[in-house]
């Protein structure tokens, strides 16, 4: 197949509506007789409803009023389970619980209301850490605090010690974190028994919020319609949370008769949305004398909040990414997401690798010292290479080459050198110079047998002018899938990219191609639109109105004659597994993914000891992802996803207090501006996987995942103090310094 | 947006005599309104104290940068963006251009006056620092009169300052100086734009061979107020810099400033973080 857009930076699809300020958002929607909503919170982190009261100077009779009785069927957020529900009814348990909703046309006066109401609650006792949860002294969600745990074993484990010259045991944290896209989460609805459920809003995964809102309404799947709107951003951010908003306002457009729009402030964003898991993560680790791993045994935990939404599957891409792409033949992972009573955590860009990664890469430079190694050193003896298993048994059958990723990092970022000289000018520097590096992994697509159980499916439609759209529930999030899903329709059927369009995600509409998450949407529903658009050029080919070797004159020609003699033109493609996968949800051992993104990352850092504060001065980013598709857009991603990582790793450190975020404004929540982020050199290998669209694998994630580890293996190289935990806010490093200058009076 | 719009009460008034009237008929309802940069803040998290307001944009002698041959006199509502455009500013009075300068974004340095940073009285605020050293003086003026106080002094207590509730600040004055001091100025904020102080620290001193004859010290973000420190002052003057006179030092003004934890920092890393900008200072001067 010709690559005429493939590799290529075409122009993006949205590009000009944005950037010309006609794209619609949803707050830029508006309706006549829409009215708007808000949502009353509880004020404490657990207890009891003891009732509900409305303060005077309101008038309340103009209010449209819903609490959980109003709710037509099942007072719950349909996800992996139904734990959590929509409105709270007799139990809170996080401080941000949604109470009691109230809709009217005066946004103003909905403030006023909203302050005026209390919620008596009769406190309980409050868990909010990870050890708090473990120690099961009080417990908050089911009958042991637990949400999920996997087990992996590989080998023998507890027999492998022996033949291990050194043992290095290592404990690191990460702290949650905001997604903090640039357009707040808001959503619109129109809800009534005879047409149904429809909303319109910021979202990822339009399927979510549709079986969201089905049991909630007792509804069928033909009466909830779900639209994306032109949404600004998610990260992760809006995978689940939209259906909580989605159902919030089609509750109020129920019972209004209205149509309700709830778009949330910045402030009500940050402390109310899902954030990254916090995690904690114990490594021991056996290696020989000359620096063979022969014994991981990793215990690591996430703190996934009040409600299981999505722990279980981030806790499973954490323990899946946790022994690093390294062989060692004997591994063991225990892993728990356990509950507390803050907001859920949810999915972030990464979903649990960046913590697990941050884990490993640390600990492999103190597992380096321990045996006299430099860190690349330790790490070329044992990097995962073809034929060998990974902690879960996964054969690789790719040619991966860690060692020239790794030679092509450090020429990029001229690490050696740098180096020596760091290590020659610091002494008596009041700014210590250091350099660091990470080299890890990122699966591709659903875990295990998640892409089979999802299912999705891709249509394409061509009208009778030779223009083809396609059908997709995958959305447009910033990321540009709307351009890339146009670059391989248009190659795979040889016309143009201007004769390509890709429809506005709606449940009524589209076909289900699964959530726009885990790196999935170019490598799998990419495929999905390559093989459709086949599809559709075979359906005229085989009814002879096309040959094979067209033109693009052709094609249209062919799409008329078509669509006047037989109607519809459409054609369709359906997931099917790589062939060879085998994946074992009870022993979680197996092929994890169909592939892996390949990367090592040079971070270089300028810690100043006056001020304690430590910025990224460089970065590289090299990186094995099988094909770029969109030069522009993948170098993007990349490195965007570095400048969110630096944010996670320096600068972004949610205050926690009883539950509850304490600093959720962008004053006192210290994301990195533009002025904060070095150059970010960013680098492609490319080997083709045979499974994506010319051979591409998802990228979208993996740059999250390294540089934490990279920076604070930086870190430690400007002044030999290893942090285990982010975010290394100044005041971390501060503490760390004295503890050392301490130690050595 | 959680304030309520239609409770609110926003006045133009045309020229200063109209102001003060205001002020003086009705003496703590009208909070008065300058750029708005901080006020708008309140405004969008439904916070504000007051519900009405007096606008100072149409009051023309509050603008401006007067050049006298003993002073200059900044107008209350001088924008960072003229403080940091203004040639005479930046040669003779330099920490306050840059305190400007790294205030907030371009977009605040364009609305956010002068005199609104030493109103507002946050103790994070980063132009303060360099007034206290530059020996500044504030113009107060209502119904009842025209008033110049020295700065240093004028902020009592958290929020707490020695205005009244009819007066307004008119203007800043920034006595010159004919010898040439050494000046230094560091903030220390996490991100390199759109920070909150979490130390600031502002610092002139004129040396004469080796010895320290004048000397001004000024912290932001490490007690209730912006903080001149004295203490710390008298133990430098008349003397040479030295390692045992900076410890010293650094140990005194550590009994003089009072940092809090907060959700933004912690005690302890504003303590030593101001004790090594103090150190820095003075190793600068021994230079
Ligand atoms: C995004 C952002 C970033 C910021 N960054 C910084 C920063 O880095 N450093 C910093 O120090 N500040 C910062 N600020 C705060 C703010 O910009 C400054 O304090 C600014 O100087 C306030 O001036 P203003 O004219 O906007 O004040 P306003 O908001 O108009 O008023 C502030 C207070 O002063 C009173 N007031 C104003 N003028 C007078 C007068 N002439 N007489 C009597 N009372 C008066 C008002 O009544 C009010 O109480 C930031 C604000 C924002 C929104």
């Known amino acids: 197949m010709e690559e005429k857009y493939i590799g290529h930076s075409v122009e993006r699809k949205e590009g000009r509506e944005k950037v010309t300020g006609r794209a619609r958002y949803v707050d830029d929607l508006a309706f006549p007789d829409m009215v708007h909503g808000v949502t009353v919170r509880s004020s404490v982190a657990r207890g009891r409803i003891l009732g509900i009261r409305y303060g005077d100077g309101i008038p309340w009779n103009e209010f449209t009023i819903v609490t959980a009785k109003d709710i037509p069927g099942a007072n719950e957020i349909a996800l992996i389970l139904h734990d959590q529900p929509c409105l709270a009814s007799e139990f809170i348990n996080h401080p941000e619980e949604p109470v009691v909703l109230l809709a009217h046309p005066d946004k103003y006066l909905l403030e006023e209301a909203r302050r005026a109401v209390r919620i008596d609650v009769e406190a309980m006792p409050a868990v909010f850490t990870i050890e708090d949860s473990l120690a099961k002294g009080t417990i908050v969600w089911g009958e042991d605090n637990v949400l999920k745990a ?180 004997n591994v063991r992972i225990r892993s728990q997401a356990v509950a507390t009573n803050a907001p859920p955590h949810g999915a972030f860009r990464g979903f649990g690798a960046p913590q697990s990664v941050f884990a490993i890469e640390r600990h492999l430079d103190q597992v380096a010292r321990a045996v006299n190694l430099t860190p690349e050193e330790l790490r070329r003896r044992n990097f995962l290479r073809k034929d060998q298993t990974t902690a879960t048994g996964q054969i690789i059958h790719e040619d991966v080459n860690f060692s020239g990723l790794l030679d092509r990092a450090f020429k990029e970022s001229d690490y050696h050198a740098k180096r020596a000289r760091f290590e020659k000018e610091n002494p008596g520097a009041t700014v210590k110079r250091g350099i660091g590096f990470s080299s890890f992994m990122h699966g591709a697509g659903f875990t295990g047998s998640g892409e089979v159980y999802l299912a999705s499916v ?64 170019s490598m799998v529903v990419g495929n999905l639109v390559e093989k459709a658009a086949l599809n559709l050029k075979n359906t005229l080919v085989e009814s002879g109105l096309l040959c094979d070797a067209c033109t693009e004159d052709e094609f249209v020609r062919a799409c008329k004659r078509y669509i006047e003699t037989r109607g519809t033109l459409r054609a369709r493609a359906k997931y099917e597994p790589p062939p060879g996968l085998h994946w074992d949800d009870t022993t979680y051992s197996g092929d994890a993914y169909g592939t892996y993104a390949w990367a090592v990352y040079v971070a270089e850092v300028a810690v100043d000891t006056v001020t304690y504060e430590a910025r990224v001065s460089d970065f590289v980013a090299v990186q094995e992802i099988g094909k770029v598709i969109h030069p522009v857009l993948a170098a993007g991603q990349i490195e965007g996803g570095v400048a969110q990582a630096i944010g996670m790793s320096l600068y972004e450190n949610v205050v926690w207090r009883e539950g509850r975020m304490a600093n959720g404004q962008m004053t006192n929540y210290i994301m990195p501006t533009a002025a904060d982020i070095p150059p970010i050199r960013v680098f492609f290998e490319e080997q083709p996987y045979p499974f994506g669209p010319h051979g591409a694998k998802g990228i979208g994630e993996l740059p999250m995942d390294g540089p934490a580890p990279a920076i604070l293996n930086a870190i430690e190289n400007a002044t030999g103090i290893s942090l285990r935990e982010i975010p290394a806010t100044p005041e971390v490093l501060m503490e760390a310094m004295a503890e050392k200058a301490g130690a050595l009076v | 947006m959680r304030a309520y719009i239609p409770a609110y009460d926003l006045r133009v008034p045309g020229n200063l005599s109209e102001a003060l009237a205001i002020l003086g008929r009705e003496p703590g309802v009208w909070q008065p309104f300058a750029g708005g940069t901080d006020l708008m803040v309140l405004l969008e998290a439904g916070k504000l104290s007051h519900r009405k307001f007096l606008s100072l944009t149409k009051l023309a002698d509050f603008r401006g940068v007067e050049v006298t041959s003993g002073a200059v006199i900044l107008g209350a509502l001088t924008t960072y963006m003229e403080i940091q455009r203004h040639p005479g500013l930046q040669s003779e009075f330099p920490l306050l251009c840059t305190a400007a300068r790294e205030t907030g974004s371009i977009a605040t340095q364009n609305r956010g006056t002068i005199g609104g940073n030493i109103v507002n009285a946050s103790p994070a605020a980063d132009s303060p620092p360099a007034l206290l050293v530059y020996d500044a003086e504030v113009e107060l003026v209502s119904e009842r009169g025209v008033r110049w106080l020295p700065y240093h002094g004028f902020h009592t207590g958290y929020k707490k300052m020695q205005i009244a509730a009819d007066e307004l600040l008119r203007a800043i004055r920034l006595p010159r100086r004919a010898e040439p001091w050494k000046q230094y100025y560091r903030k220390v904020g996490t991100r390199k734009a759109q920070a909150i102080s979490k130390v600031c620290f502002a610092g002139a001193a004129q040396m004469e061979d080796g010895i320290v004859r004048g000397i001004r010290i000024a912290l932001g973000s490490v007690a209730p107020i912006v903080l001149r420190a004295v203490r710390a002052e008298a133990s430098i003057r008349g003397k040479k810099i030295t390692p045992e006179l900076i410890a010293a030092t650094k140990d005194i003004l550590g009994h003089e400033i009072a940092p809090i934890d907060d959700i933004r920092s ?15 200072f003075l190793m600068q001067l021994a230079r």
């Not at chain 1, 729009?261 to 056996?286: C, F, L, N, Q």
């Not at chain 1, 890709?502 to 289900?512: M, R």
Request: include cysteine.
């Open chain 1, 150 to 329: 996997y087990h992996v074993d590989k080998g023998d484990v507890d027999s492998a010690w022996a033949a291990a010259d050194v043992i290095v045991e290592g404990e690191y944290r990460t702290g949650a974190q905001e997604q903090l896209y640039i357009e707040n989460q808001g959503m619109i609805a129109v809800a009534n028994p005879t047409d149904g459920v429809t909303v319109w809003g910021s979202l990822q995964c339009p399927y979510y919020v549709h079986k969201a809102l089905m049991p909630l309404f007792g509804l069928p799947a033909e009466k909830i319609r779900v639209i994306q709107a032109e949404t600004g951003g998610g990260f992760g951010g809006k995978e689940e949370y939209p259906s909580m908003i989605a159902a919030h306002a089609a509750l109020l457009a129920w019972k209004s008769g209205k149509r309700v729009k709830i778009v949330y402030d910045r402030a009500e964003d940050m402390v109310a949305t899902t954030k990254r898991h916090p995690s904690r993560t114990r490594h021991r680790t056996g290696v020989t004398r000359d620096g063979k791993l022969v014994a991981m045994d990793i215990d690591l935990a996430i703190d996934g909040g009040a409600y299981a939404t999505l722990s279980a599957v981030v806790l499973s891409r954490a323990t899946i990414h946790s022994a690093g792409p390294y062989v060692c033949p």
């Open chain 1, 458 to 521: 891709v249509e394409v439609e061509a009208t009778a002018e030779g223009c083809v759209r396609v059908l997709a529930a995958s959305t447009e999030i910033g990321q540009g899938a709307n351009t890339i899903f146009s670059q391989i329709a248009a190659d795979a059927l040889g016309i143009s990219y201007d004769r390509i369009d890709v429809a506005q995600p709606d449940t009524g509409a589209v076909p289900n191609s699964g959530p726009t998450v885990a790196s999935r949407t």
């Open chain 2, 266 to 280: 912690t005690a302890r890393y504003r303590l030593r973080v101001a004790q090594n900008l103090l150190a820095e």
